[in-house]
């Protein structure tokens, strides 16, 4: 089938992005995410480098160019840089991006370069030290931002920084965030708190509608970039005082689907056609030998064929999900 234009479905709405999960287990416990940290369910055979070879060979061969490895933590994985090695060498992948909580970056990032990742994104949801620690449970805001100074210098092309607004915890941070990137070429983004099945007291106590930021954004002189062909659904924003540039992600906003352009593959093999609560269709029979690619191909194509033009959670349809590490986010 190797055909090199993007998956499409009924809504024309393509799909050149994967973000690939490697595992659902995570060493960090962030309140809204794994507030008990990581529960062990006996079920963590996740995917081999084989497996996610197939995966990323199948799709590449169907016009998707971008992929993201994320979890869980998918730096836990003591194959993490040979998983990184496997997807950057398939044909047809030109950009190999990750999402991360920074352990240990600083130390890290130069192999996670090596291993052909050329995008980062690190999960920074407060630069406060004592906010950090209460929101993730780690005393280690100064190694991940180490470590995100060490991947600007390893040569990252892009460096993103995740920052989920958090009412109560980090609304009183703009400011800091700003001076985050007034000197450093890295993007942040504000990702809308998402309620899960875990997290229902917690969304509600927290919640804060993008939009709140962006007016103090406006107020503050930064502007709407245009948005760039085949970009997702993050809005961004520059100012010409500043090095780096906003981003701002509102799955709650009404046309958050009309530029979806990803799909997400589980730690065990499931097509995510969604982030919000689908089920999944499970895969992993396809990905256990070479020969199946076509079969893969064609199954995935016709999965195509049943999502769904919106969330519709502006409908009041909750999408609830348990949590968001076993879809990456
Ligand atoms: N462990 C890595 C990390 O934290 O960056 C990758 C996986 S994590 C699930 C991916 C992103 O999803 C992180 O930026 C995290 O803050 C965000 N996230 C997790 N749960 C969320 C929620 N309920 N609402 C909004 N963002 C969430
Ligand atoms: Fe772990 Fe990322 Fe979830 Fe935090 S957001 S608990 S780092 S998976």
């Known amino acids: 089938?190797?055909?090199g234009t993007a998956i499409e479905d009924r809504f024309g709405r393509r799909f050149p992005y994967l973000r690939l999960s490697v595992t659902d287990v995570c060493n960090f416990r962030c309140t809204y995410c794994l507030p008990?940290?990581?529960?062990?369910?006996?079920?963590?055979?996740?995917?081999?480098v084989a497996e996610i070879?197939?995966?990323v060979e199948a799709f590449a061969g169907m016009g998707t160019w971008k992929i993201r490895l994320t979890g869980g933590e998918p730096t836990v994985r003591q194959d993490f840089c040979e998983i990184a090695k496997a997807v950057a060498s398939v044909p047809g992948i030109r950009k190999l991006a990750f999402t991360t909580n920074g352990y240990k970056l600083p130390e890290r990032a130069g192999a996670y370069y090596e291993s052909g990742l050329r995008a980062i994104n690190v999960s920074i949801d407060s630069l406060d030290p004592r906010k950090f620690h209460e929101i993730t449970g780690h005393d280690r805001l100064d190694e991940v931002v180490a470590g995100v100074q060490k991947a600007l210098e390893v040569g990252f092309e892009s460096v993103k920084i995740n920052a989920v607004l958090l009412k109560g915890l980090n609304d009183d941070e703009l400011d800091g965030f700003l001076g985050f990137i007034e000197n450093r070429p890295v993007s942040l983004r504000f990702i809308e708190l998402m309620q899960t099945g875990d997290n229902l007291e917690y969304f509600r106590k927290h919640h804060v509608p993008a939009t709140v930021v962006r007016?103090?954004?406006?107020?503050?002189?930064?502007?709407?970039?245009?948005?760039e062909e085949g970009a997702g659904p993050a809005v961004e924003y520059a100012h010409r005082d500043y090095q780096g540039r906003i981003g701002m992600i509102a799955p709650y906003a009404k046309d958050f689907c009309a530029t979806c352009n990803r799909l997400r593959i589980s730690a065990r093999g499931s097509l995510h056609l969604c982030l919000f609560g689908e089920g999944g269709h499970a895969l992993r029979h396809l990905l256990q030998d070479d020969g199946q690619k076509e079969e893969l191909q064609e199954t995935v194509m016709r999965l195509m064929q049943v999502k769904k033009i919106s969330h519709f959670l502006h409908n009041g349809e909750t999408g609830v999900r348990k949590n968001l590490s076993s879809v990456g986010g």
């Open 215 to 227: 007016e103090k954004l406006l107020a503050r002189g930064w502007h709407l970039l245009a948005r």
């Open 53 to 55: 070879r197939r995966i």
């Open 36 to 48: 008990d940290g990581y529960q062990k369910t006996g079920e963590e055979a996740f995917l081999s």
């Open 1 to 3: 089938m190797d055909k």
